[in-house]
Structure formats: structure tokens, C-alpha cells
């Protein structure tokens, strides 16, 4: 399940499973660091930014050009690695 919750720019990603829960907090426009634990644990410097409608995370760290896109079309969100 992905629960997505919106203040302005500023937005709480949860994803919950059976096998791991992953949340994390960021505002649009302002660098953060993010540690990706239970994914793949990387400490990363995240940028989240619009590109229109999709939501675009750059990620500066261990490993080169990581990344997501997310965005909404009618009820579906869909989610692509970068």
C-alpha cells in the first residue's frame, strides 16, 4: 500500500507491506538526506523537484543516477526508477 499525503510542497511518502514499511518526508525544492533502509540502505543526498505534473527525486550518494518519478493519471499513481 503507498499512502501519499500532501501539505503545500511539502509531502510524507508511506509505503507499508507484509514484509517492510518505508516512509519518508520531504518538501519539494529542498535538498534532504534519506537513508533507503529496507530498500536497498543507501545514504543519499535527495532532491525533489516538479517536471508539470510528475513529482522527479535526483539522488546524489553511493550509487550514480538514482532516482523516481511519480505521478497520478485519474486513480492510478505510478512510480518508475530513474
Known amino acids: 500500500t503507498k499512502v501519499v499525503t500532501q501539505h503545500g510542497d511539502s509531502f510524507d511518502f508511506k509505503t507499508l507491506s507484509t514484509f517492510r514499511n518505508y516512509e519518508h518526508t520531504f518538501t519539494v525544492g ?3 538526506d534519506e537513508f533507503t533502509k529496507g530498500l536497498d540502505n543507501r545514504h543519499v543526498k535527495s532532491l ?3 517536471d508539470g505534473d510528475k513529482l522527479v527525486c535526483t539522488q546524489k550518494g553511493e550509487k550514480a ?3 523516481w ?6 486513480d492510478k499513481l505510478y512510480l518508475v526508477g530513474c
Open 30 to 32: 529542498v535538498e534532504f
Open 48 to 50: 525533489v523537484t516538479w
Open 65 to 67: 543516477n538514482r532516482g
Open 69 to 74: 518519478k511519480h505521478w497520478l493519471e485519474g
